[in-house]
């Protein structure tokens, strides 16, 4: 069973176009959406059957119980995240609090509890042999990391005999990324040529480096800037990289998206180019050691 | 001494994470007892490896069979002096048949730590 | 003022807003709270460049003190401190720095020393002064980066200036920090369906602390436009509506501010600015001469 994650730096380039594309052309049974902050990967994927919800639990948050709290303000002082607010009653900002449990410990009247807080929503869509694992952060939520890695495991489910499963995931180098990255034998990353995109493929690069993961890289809108796209496979040679290939700017990534449609189902510049770049990518993960 | 692996939900087999694996199985070398504990750092958010790690070394254990093994939990191992063997295959007992024999070799697979989200 | 300009999808045009509305005020800051992937200052190529460290306080053991009591291990939540061979060992990739082991040590054997997580660079382009905070790679989460670039902010945001805060992707808690202090928040959206999607979900956020926010379509065509007919379907306020340009794509994809290339653009943003400050109930304060 092999894994690939389709990642970007620069948000906006195409990952999830381009992961749509594939699990179409590998006929995918087993996916991911890790980017569990702004996933969209259900929208262009027609799912038959509505998916099990379960809720996904971060770390417990504060809450202070006003009948027990004597006032005495130990929690404010010492709470790092300024949390701690004071309004005719000691209050917990569910949004500040990072559940250290400082407050719990140091209340002098034990009116401090660390309570569950529930911090998004995990998705599983079953369908036959199909497994597409999802989930949304709720907002203002940190601590992603966990989270995809649940959506990750949940794929183990899959009773799929086919290699391949796919990860889109999200913009960054954070948290959601690196946790994304765990397990994963080839990241594609999609980028686009413009200054931005190549700063934040750096560092993506840099980061994918620190984890030890392979990655090989595409150019999505290609056309736009011949001479920053050209920067890019140099960029790529020169630092040992494989370069996929160059996607074409196609006004029919558009109009797909906005018909819950995969590129692939339109037969423009943009699908036959995505289609190279699939073969080369699945030559690239299933012949390399 | 104790020799500790970490085990999937079957329990009877070599779990192929150890931050996350769902238990571990604690042998005694001597009179080959094997107890099945929790691993406490499942449902941790972060920092699963050294949470594990810890509570392997709170068994008093002198060595750890494991097909791989986080950054921070193989830095604790390091600290506590407990050495790491790279176990063969899926199979407990191949495993412990290699380590009695001398045969395991020293743990290379030591990937960096996702900051307590790893698992394949 | 502060304006945080925000999406929820990546690759809309958050940059390109904020770094266009800052290049027509006639004295903005723009503070680049992105700090996983910045890019303002690639279009402003700041100068006179000064580096600051963003630092988070970690615990430093002193073992003479400590008696193995184990008690800051116990305590320790996110599981950065350990109990080996009858002392505490620290993984400072893991802590959260809330100063709790430092406090509950009953031998204070614990005290704090500073650990380096990013980087602010505070420059000068013209009239702008450029700020903009990067967390080093590999960590988890840039928030502490962030907070240290509004308070550069807050340092350089005298009366009369006009600071743009130029926000992450998403919805998590690195926007929530990012768009905390804003008076005024402007969502940039395109128009696909995960442009909406996503708009949908900033849209809460900002409801969710109360923010004045209006809306700037970009990437706008003649067929039909799905975060359009959503905003008219609500009554949100839309504050302007960029047609999609391929010569502004390449213009952006050659790191130009595109006020400075066309009087059009000029004039574009000069009217966007002048409705966001009418919006949010301040005096107009745009540089027409530019």
Same mark, same amino acid.
């Given at each position: ?166 990860? /889109? ?80 700017? /196609? ?15 339109? /037969? ?22 | ?21 769902? !238990? ?97 | ?28 800051? !723009?503070? /680049? ?7 303002? !200052? ?88 450029? *700020? ?32 743009? *805060? ?26 696909? *369906? ?8 900033? *849209? ?77 109930? !301040? ?8």
């Amino acid at each position: 069973m092999k894994q690939l994650l389709i990642i970007s730096g620069k948000g906006g380039t195409g990952k999830t176009t381009v992961a749509a594309a594939f699990i179409e052309l590998a006929k995918a049974e087993a996916y991911a959406d890790c980017d569990v902050d702004a996933p969209n990967l259900h929208l262009v994927l027609q799912q038959r059957t509505p998916p099990h919800s379960d809720d996904y639990y971060g770390l417990p948050k504060a809450q202070i119980n006003t009948a027990l709290c004597s006032h005495c303000g130990i929690c404010m002082e010492n709470c790092r995240f300024e949390a701690i607010s004071y309004q005719d009653n000691y209050q917990v900002d569910p949004y500040l609090c990072e559940g250290c449990a400082l407050c719990q410990n140091t209340c002098p009247s034990g009116a401090i509890t660390m309570e569950p807080s529930a911090a998004g929503k995990l998705k599983l869509y079953v369908d036959n042999k199909t497994v597409f694992s999802t989930a949304k952060l709720n907002m203002g939520s940190g601590n992603s990391g966990k989270l995809v890695s649940e959506v990750k495991n949940r794929l183990k489910t899959n009773v799929s005999t086919q290699p391949l499963t796919i990860i /889109d995931g999200s913009p960054g180098i954070g948290c959601p990324v690196i946790a994304s990255m765990s397990g994963v034998d080839l990241a594609l990353i999609v980028t686009e040529p413009s200054v931005s995109g190549i700063s934040d493929l750096k560092r993506l690069l840099a980061t994918a480096r620190q984890f030890g993961v392979t990655t090989a890289v595409c150019v999505n809108k290609s056309d736009i800037n011949q001479k920053l796209s050209k920067e890019i496979i140099d960029y790529c040679q020169q630092n040992d990289i494989s370069f996929v290939g160059n996607i074409p700017f /196609d006004q029919a990534a558009v109009t797909a998206v906005n018909m819950g449609k995969s590129i692939i189902a339109f /037969d423009g510049a943009a699908a036959q180019a995505i289609k190279t770049i699939y073969q080369r990518t699945i030559n690239l993960l299933f012949n390399t050691k | 001494m104790n020799i500790a692996i970490p085990v999937d939900e079957t329990k009877t087999n070599v779990c192929a994470s150890l931050g996350r694996a769902p !238990y571990f199985m604690i042998i005694n070398a001597n009179t080959s007892e094997k107890t099945i504990i929790d691993n406490p750092a499942i449902a941790a958010s972060g920092g699963a490896g050294i949470k594990a790690a810890q509570s392997v070394i709170d068994q008093n254990v002198k060595a750890i069979l494991t097909p791989r093994c986080g950054m921070n939990a193989a830095e604790a191992f390091k600290a506590a002096g407990i050495p790491l063997y790279q176990t063969v295959s899926e199979s407990i007992d191949q495993s412990l048949e290699a380590f009695n024999k001398g045969e395991l070799i020293e743990l290379q697979n030591i990937h960096p730590g996702f900051h307590g989200r790893g698992g394949k | 003022m502060k304006i945080a300009v925000l999406s929820g999808k990546g690759g809309t045009g958050k940059t390109l807003v904020a770094v266009n509305l800052a290049a027509v005020a006639k004295n903005s800051v !723009y503070a /680049d709270c992105d700090v996983e992937e910045p890019n303002g !200052y690639l279009f402003f190529q700041p100068t006179e460049v000064t580096k600051h460290q963003v630092t988070v306080s970690i615990p430093s053991i002193d073992y003479n003190h400590c008696s193995g009591c184990r008690k800051c291990v116990d305590f320790c939540q996110f599981n950065a401190l350990a109990y080996i061979a009858q002392k505490p060992a620290f993984f400072a990739d893991l802590c959260h720095s809330c100063g709790g082991c430092v406090l509950l040590c009953p031998e204070h054997a614990i005290s704090e020393k500073q650990n380096t997580i990013g980087k602010i660079f505070i420059g000068r382009s013209k009239t702008i002064t450029v *700020i903009t905070g990067i967390m080093d790679t590999g960590r988890a989460s840039g928030v502490s980066v962030i907070r240290q670039v509004l308070h550069c902010l807050n340092q350089k945001n005298k009366t009369g200036t006009i600071g743009i *805060i130029d926000c992450p992707p998403g919805s998590a808690c690195i926007v929530m920090e990012s768009i905390r202090e804003a008076d005024y928040c402007v969502l940039v959206a395109e128009p696909t *369906i995960f442009g909406l999607h996503n708009l949908q979900m900033v *849209i809460e956020l900002v409801q969710l602390f109360n923010k004045p926010f209006g809306i700037v379509l970009n990437k706008c065509t003649a067929d039909a436009n799905p975060s359009a007919e959503y905003c008219h379907e609500k009554n949100l306020t839309i504050l302007a509506s960029i047609a999609f340009d391929k010569k502004l794509g390449q213009l952006v994809s050659d790191g130009q501010i595109a006020v400075h290339c066309d009087p059009l653009w000029h004039e574009l943003f000069v009217s966007l600015l002048d409705k966001i400050i009418k919006e949010a109930g !301040y005096e107009a304060a745009t540089d027409n001469q530019r």
